[in-house]
């Protein structure tokens, strides 16, 4: 009888523990935005990197102007470039994966990081050599596929976007929330996307077909503002709309 009781006791006893340390490790879980800090430090000591990289090849080939000086064409040298930016996106994208715990949250993660390294890009070349002169001074943004050009702050307002976007999409996580587009709203992100990448590749498709060495020597015509804010606004509208959604935005 004895043994039959402590037998029965002892279930009970560690049912209660379990419970209790369920509980404890539930509470004691870390919320997701806790660390955004630590990926924005990230962002910003990797454009610390990214921006010391641009002003050693900017004084190796002399380069003061990237609309008046062009350098000689390395297929070596771009190709090399154009796997370092891919590198770049792999990175930032294995830092939001790694923060995150769904996959939403590692997207919003990838976003925010993305954002802050973009801004913090422009800032250090700002401290280093006092580049860009304005923020309509045109850079030569991306080279894949084809090179990218336009304006500083075009980039930087979308990379503003991404960084709020980011930051709300872990937050929603933390509470639960999933964000979740309609078929509307995918179409005007799409749609957004498209118009604004068309904007900063317009000079480099109506050169196609090039080489890759008329393209790299290919400069900037007048940038089509009216065009890409259009762009803007239609992926603006549906990415702030799904990430406050208590807020009617739009």
């Keep these: 009888m004895c043994g ?14 379990t419970v209790s340390a369920d509980a404890n490790e539930k509470g004691n879980v870390v919320r997701q935005s806790s660390k955004l800090k630590w990926v924005g430090l990230f962002a910003v000591g990797f454009a610390y990197v990214e ?6 090849l900017r004084r190796l080939y002399g380069i003061s102007d990237l609309v008046l000086d062009i350098p000689p064409f390395d297929p070596t040298v771009a190709l090399i470039e154009l796997g370092r930016e891919i590198a770049t996106l792999i990175i930032l994208l294995s830092v939001g994966w790694v923060a995150g715990r769904t996959r939403q949250a590692r997207l919003g993660f990838a976003f ?33 596929p084809i090179p990218w050009w336009g304006p500083v702050i075009g980039p930087v307002l979308i990379a ?14 933390d509470e639960d929330q999933r964000i ?20 900063f590749m317009a000079d480099s498709l109506a050169a196609l077909p090039a080489s890759p060495e008329v393209l790299s020597q290919l400069r900037p015509a007048v940038f089509n503002w009216p065009v890409y804010i259009i762009g803007l606004v239609l992926m603006a509208w549906p990415v702030l709309k799904v990430s406050f959604p208590r807020n009617r935005v739009g």
Aim: proline letters at 5%; a neutral charge.
């Design 4 to 17: 039959c009781n402590t037998y029965r006791t002892k279930p009970i006893s560690d049912l209660q523990l």
């Design 51 to 56: 921006s010391a990289v641009v002003v050693y």
């Design 112 to 144: 925010f990081a993305f954002g802050i390294w973009d801004i913090f890009y422009y800032i250090w070349l700002k401290l280093f050599i006092d580049w860009p002169a304005s923020p309509l001074t045109p850079d030569i943004l991306f080279l894949v």
């Design 160 to 173: 503003g976007l991404m960084v709020i976007s980011g930051a709300r999409a872990v937050f929603l996580d």
């Design 180 to 199: 979740r587009f309609s078929v509307m709203q995918w179409m005007a992100l799409a749609a957004g996307m498209l118009i604004v990448l068309f904007t």
